[in-house]
């Protein structure tokens, strides 16, 4: 891939042979085109596409949050590319037992310079109520005590997770998840992130670990 100084989109649309200009982000690049497979994909490359398929499905529930709030744009990287790459990363295959297994400690939901959350307990509180438990760390600092908790929910062995937005303000310590009936006696995996009331910064998102309900 190759990055152009003098646009050569000017007054011209297509694309020659094989080379193709695009602009992404305000930048113009060229490329070339893949040429179409002829032949099946082997079983190790299948299980590479579907753990991107895997990963798309994961990160559906905060892919707008990503897209805003995992880091800034380097390059042509967007923040939402590097959110993927953080899932795809730890999206393990094992190639000789043909599985896809999610490392969930390593995954990242939100990545920025905010005050991070100390998390204190979770416990199950009733048979369908998580117990989130935190510290203010806020240290009397009025902006810091209005941050925003931000909390991503993933069920062991599926692949939709679902995300809570804006629930709980860094100053209360404590929030309460009510669970519905299909995420009822099954392993949860949990992580929280603090973004400021005025939703222009994030912190590093916490695993917190996964409990049993």
């Known amino acids: 891939m190759g990055k152009i ?16 200009v695009a602009n992404v982000s305000g930048n113009e ?12 994909p082997s079983e190790n490359q299948l299980m590479v596409q579907k753990r991107m398929k895997n990963a798309i499905e994961f990160m559906a529930s905060y892919r707008a949050y990503a897209c805003k709030h995992f880091g800034h744009r380097v390059g042509m990287r967007s923040s939402y590319n590097q959110a993927f790459t953080n899932v795809t990363t730890n ?21 920025g310079a905010l005050l991070g959350v100390l998390p204190t307990s979770m416990t199950l509180s009733s048979p369908d109520v998580i117990e989130l438990n935190w510290q203010n760390n806020a240290n009397s600092n009025v902006e810091r005590e209005t941050d925003m908790l931000q909390i991503l929910i993933a069920i062991e062995g599926e692949l939709t997770t679902y995300f809570m937005e804006n629930v709980s303000s860094r100053v209360e310590e404590s929030y309460n998840i009510n669970l519905t009936n299909f995420q009822l006696g099954k392993e949860i995996h949990i992580w929280l992130a603090f973004r400021t009331s005025t939703k222009d910064q994030v912190s590093n998102s916490v695993y917190l670990g996964s409990i049993t309900t």
């Open 29 to 40: 690049i060229s490329r070339i085109r893949p040429k179409k497979r002829t032949k099946a």
């Open 91 to 111: 999206m393990v295959i094992d190639f000789t037992a043909k599985t896809i297994t999610p490392n969930y400690p390593n995954i990242v939901f939100s990545k």
């Open 5 to 20: 100084y003098d646009s050569l989109l000017a007054g011209s649309s297509g694309r020659t042979g094989r080379i193709v």
